[in-house]
């Protein structure tokens, strides 16, 4: 005979309070092994999705708004690298426009006309390609995106863009079917398209936007092969202009150009009751070696002509200002003509020939795709010969610094630049508005340390974990009253207070270890249940395609230590309670 | 041989206080058998308290061969060297009779040796109750139950036992019985007793009866 086999008697004998104790702390291991779990599940289900939206990427080289060309490809460096043209896109289904991404891809042999769809556009699309080997037959609507960056002034947004397409097969998660670039949860509806075809349509032939390597590329490895002008910054001798047609604020800031050149349209230059309605007119800093400063304009013979000025004389001009993103008002300056110069000077300058698409690219003012509120009444027949035989020369050149402020916006503060040397080498990628990411890394940090599930589920179960506390404490402390005479037959017969907490602990601790690992079962049960709830029932307040069970041993091995370790203080306040009172 | 010098023992009884024992002395030679009688609530059961070390004086000096009791492990006294027997017998439920025998020997140590076991046989026997060692206690009737009290109180080979009214819930033949168990006790196992009783039946198989009234002891025969 032992201690033991007395804990084990006792326990027995008082079996009815120890089955209480035991759904109490199966009923806590349930809601705290649920709530880990569903932590880990969570995190491993977001972890998982970040491998399927980078596929086997582990660098992606993304130029922002801006385009860069596919000639980079051919450096050895993209050796295990795919070039894409991402653009957003809609695919219309029976009238419903479906938000898409659409991939240009050189890799996945799309042939021109075709595309592979990813498995939840499929879904989403009710298309079981397997079962019709036809296919499916859709139209792809492509918003404007051009070189120039949709939003800026004179670039209209109306462009749109129809694609129409065949779907010849669906591509598979593993495949990289899911690809995402967005840190996102939910799944993406892909269509790969035929690069080539996609550029071709939207005017973007031989860009690219998007790399995506699978190995780890360094910035300065990929500096070495870039060049300004794979991201359409031009440089010629000492001249400097862009596909996007502005060049950006911090560019012109660190080339620090010796003359800045900005062309815009302005809406009349007025001498009195004389108007040249609708002109592009270039701000200069300087032009041809002479300086323009204040409010000073030179002015071409053609409008010198149209205007009756001369030199000496001032002339208003008045433009529309776009401080707003389009929001367009009209201002109004006056200037001093400084000089007349003839139209000839001004159209062998190619620097100040800026051309913007939907303007520069129609034979008559009256075909201008623009945005802006032209009136084309006020077009007279000299003003179309005009555009037809000098399209976006300009009429006139007035001082850059009154009014750069008022033409420049987050696009650029100038069109063109004349440097002091070659300056465009001091350029890096990131002035371009490329991004090298390594997206695994932190889409998996972002993953592990999103919305904390576990911390989330055990707030939401606090109340249950706390009355299972609670229901144990008092089932245990209602049994200590009952056997508060054995205990004192315990002191009677020589028993330490040591002892005594020891044999009732043992006795308690038995049962709780059990139902602990017991409970560690419903538990999983319960977060399978919540996940499943979470992908389905709550998927709206997820916003995510559902969650997969994962769960590791080391979570359902803390759960169970925390779970005794809650149980163990519990015990051991009802008790030393009980001792303390003198039982 | 347990000594008592002027032990005094006062409760608080609503806002006044009451004298129970009032400098009470006692001596015990070794082998004695004496009983303790008294009206209800003259303090018996609070003197065999005190000599069990379940409750402590509120003066006075209370010995056991010579040592003050407050200076010994009272865990250690009330383990080897006081048995107690209750009127109530407090036997635990949940075992069966000889598990109730043994259960001072596991205050000292983890595991029982089995020569233990068998003198806890023995002693059981000895008591007319050896078919019961595995009979679960709550079956027991009251002498039955009384005789594993005694059984308990002896198992650890106490200098003293002390019996709090041990035939207090019991039938005249049963308390009989039990008188002459006691009896036995001292006289074969030269075990002192301390009997605390209020049946003039009872303590007339004693050596010595003390009559406690008014907080003092008076030899009564």
């Known amino acids: 005979m032992n201690r033991r086999l007395l804990i084990k008697e006792s326990r027995t004998y008082y079996q009815r309070y120890y089955r209480l104790v035991a759904l109490a702390v199966v009923l806590m291991m349930m809601v705290l092994t649920g709530s880990l779990v569903l932590g880990d599940s969570v995190r491993g289900t977001l972890t998982d999705r970040v491998s399927e939206r980078l596929g086997s990427a582990e660098t992606i080289v993304a130029t922002g708004t801006n385009f860069m060309s596919n000639d980079i490809m051919q450096s050895p460096l993209m050796a295990n690298a795919r070039g894409y043209l991402l653009v957003d896109g809609f695919l219309s289904d029976g009238g419903q426009l479906i938000p898409v991404y659409v991939w240009g891809t050189d890799c996945d042999s799309v042939p021109y006309g075709e595309a592979i769809i990813n498995q939840p556009l499929a879904d989403k699309l009710h298309l079981d390609l397997s079962a019709s080997a036809e296919g499916w037959d859709g139209a792809l609507h492509l918003p404007s995106h051009t070189l120039v960056p949709s939003g800026s002034l004179f670039v209209t947004k109306s462009y749109a863009t129809q694609m129409r397409l065949h779907v010849s097969a669906v591509k598979d998660v593993k495949s990289g079917g899911n690809l995402l670039l967005k840190n996102e949860q939910t799944l993406p509806l892909n269509v790969f398209v035929n690069r080539e075809q996609l550029a071709e349509v939207m005017e973007l032939e031989g860009k690219i936007n998007i790399i995506m390597s699978d190995d780890i590329l360094q910035e300065d490895a990929l500096a070495e092969v870039w060049t300004p002008e794979m991201s359409g910054i031009h440089s010629r001798g000492n001249t400097l202009t862009t596909d996007r047609i502005f060049i950006q604020d911090d560019i012109v800031l660190k080339l620090n150009p010796e003359a800045k050149y900005f062309s815009y349209l302005v809406n009349d230059i007025i001498n009195a009751t004389d108007t040249v309605p609708y002109s592009f007119v270039t701000a200069v800093t300087e032009w041809q070696g002479s300086p323009l400063t204040g409010r000073e304009m030179l002015l071409s013979d053609y409008a010198a002509a149209h205007l009756h000025v001369a030199k000496g004389d001032s002339v208003r001009m008045s433009y529309f200002l776009s401080k707003d993103l389009k929001r367009l008002e009209t201002r109004e300056q006056r200037f001093l003509v400084k000089d007349i110069v003839p139209l000839e000077a001004l159209v062998a300058d190619s620097l100040l020939q800026t051309e913007f698409p939907g303007l520069s690219n129609v034979e008559r003012c009256t075909d201008w795709d623009s945005d802006l509120p032209i009136h084309m009444d006020r077009i007279h027949k000299e003003d179309e010969d005009f555009w037809y035989k000098y399209h976006q020369t300009p009429k006139a050149l007035v001082a850059y610094d009154a009014v750069s402020e008022d033409w420049g916006s987050g696009f650029g503060t100038a069109t063109a630049l004349v440097l002091s040397d070659d300056g465009a080498r001091d350029l890096t990628m990131s002035d371009a508005g490329v991004m090298v990411i390594h997206p695994r890394e932190d889409g998996i940090y972002a993953a592990q340390h999103g919305t904390d599930f576990s911390s989330l589920f055990l707030a939401l179960g606090f109340f249950i974990i706390l009355s299972a506390v609670l229901l144990m404490q008092n089932v245990l402390e209602e049994m200590y009253i009952q056997r508060a005479d054995e205990i004192g037959v315990y002191r009677h017969l020589g028993y330490t207070q040591q002892n005594i907490r020891g044999m009732l602990i043992r006795e308690a601790c038995g049962v709780i270890a059990v139902a602990a690992t017991i409970g560690v079962l419903p538990g999983v049960l319960y977060s399978s249940v919540t996940l499943w709830l979470l992908g389905n029932v709550w998927s709206g307040a997820t916003h995510t395609e559902g969650f997969a069970l994962h769960f590791s041993i080391v979570t359902v091995l803390i759960s169970w230590v925390i779970g005794i370790v809650i149980c163990l203080i519990s015990l051991l306040y009802v008790i030393n309670k009980q001792i303390k009172q003198g039982v | ?221």
């Not at chain 2, 005094?8 to 058998?33: H, M, N, P």
């Not at chain 2, 023995?122 to 594993?148: C, D, F, H, N, Y």
């Not at chain 2, 196992?189 to 049946?199: A, F, K, N, P």
């Open chain 2, 1 to 221: 041989m347990l000594q008592l010098n002027n032990i005094t023992k006062r409760f608080q009884d609503g806002e006044r206080e009451r004298t129970v024992l009032d400098g009470l002395s006692l001596t015990v030679d070794d082998g004695a058998f004496i009983a303790i009688t008294g009206e209800s609530g003259a303090g018996k059961t609070t003197l065999l308290s005190i000599m069990a070390t379940l409750l402590d004086a509120d003066a006075g000096v209370y010995t056991i061969d010579g040592t003050p009791v407050a200076s010994m492990d009272l865990s250690q006294v009330r383990n080897k060297q006081i048995g107690i027997v209750f009127q109530d017998h407090r036997l635990l439920p949940q075992f069966t009779a000889v598990q109730n025998v043994l259960l001072p020997v596991l205050a000292q140590q983890a595991e029982c040796p089995k020569a233990t076991y068998e003198r806890a046989l023995q002693l059981m026997e000895w008591m007319g109750i050896r078919a019961l060692e595995k009979t679960p206690v709550g079956v027991l009737s009251g002498g039955e139950k009384t005789r594993v009290a005694i059984c308990r109180a002896l198992i650890n080979n106490p200098k003293v036992l002390l019996a709090d009214e041990p035939t207090g819930q019991l039938d005249s033949d049963n308390a009989h019985t039990i008188a002459s168990l006691f009896q036995k006790v001292n006289s074969e196992l030269h075990t002192t007793i301390v009997m605390v009783t209020h049946s003039d039946a009872m303590a007339s198989v004693a050596h010595k009866v003390y009559r406690l009234e008014n907080g003092k002891l008076e030899v009564r025969g």
